[in-house]
T-cell receptor
């Protein structure tokens, strides 16, 4: 059963705490992405990775960190430096075509992060 | 930078057609996408169109692209209550990474 899984579905963070959101895909996709969604807004790109051991900052990377040690996994850490972390976090993945261009992105079910 | 805009809300009666509109600012050759989001869920890809096309039809869905006006629309025929959701328009940035720029989403409410 191929797809993108994110865990946990809900996550609570205390002040000053780092938390890590999991994203796994078994689609053999090359590229993976993390987006943040706030109520009534579109998605904003946090980080993306096109190849193992390499990743780039998106539009709102401050207060976040990622790693890409395996092709199928792209965990996102929300650090204590992120002052407003309450949001819905979405992971996506895509293949990279023969021309080197990332193709259609497919999304996971999301993780909702709440600050206590 | 690139900007993608959508109207916030659309209400239709079951069985009618829905038309959700999107405008963008950048003319780069790229793909444009429609995603559907149900409450508390991730985004489901509905359809996409390349910027050199005018129209694409897929069952109840019709996408129209007016390149001159930089206007994209999604028509849903015979709208059902299960179509109630938020619909996002997204445009690739035209680069190798195909970074997506999203609109704010249109909430479609289908009245029985």
């Amino acid at each position: 059963d191929g797809g993108i899984t994110q865990s946990p579905k809900y996550l609570f963070r205390k002040e000053g705490q780092n938390v890590t959101l999991s994203c796994e895909q078994n689609l053999n996709h090359d590229a993976m992405y993390w987006y943040r969604q706030d109520p009534g807004q579109g998605l904003r790109l946090i980080y993306y990775s096109q190849i193992v051991n390499d990743f780039q900052k998106g539009d709102i990377a401050e207060g976040y960190s990622v790693s890409r040690e395996k092709k199928e996994s792209f965990p996102l850490t929300v650090t204590s430096a992120q002052k407003n972390p309450t949001a819905f976090y979405l992971c996506a993945s895509s293949i990279i075509g023969g021309t080197g261009v990332s193709e259609t992105q497919y999304f996971g079910p999301g993780t909702r992060l709440l600050v206590l | 930078g690139e900007d993608v805009e959508q109207s916030l809300f659309l209400s239709v009666r079951e069985g009618d057609s829905s038309v959700i509109n999107c405008t963008y600012t950048d003319s780069s050759s790229t793909y444009l996408y429609w995603y559907k989001q149900e409450p508390g869920a991730g985004l489901q890809l509905l359809t996409y169109i390349f910027s050199n096309m005018d129209m694409k039809q897929d069952q109840r869905l019709t996408v129209l692209l007016n390149k001159k006006d930089k206007h994209l629309s999604l028509r849903i025929a015979d709208t059902q209550t299960g179509d109630s959701a938020i619909y996002f328009c997204a445009k690739g940035d035209g680069g190798a990474t195909n970074k997506l720029i999203f609109g704010t989403g249109t909430l479609l409410a289908v009245q029985p």
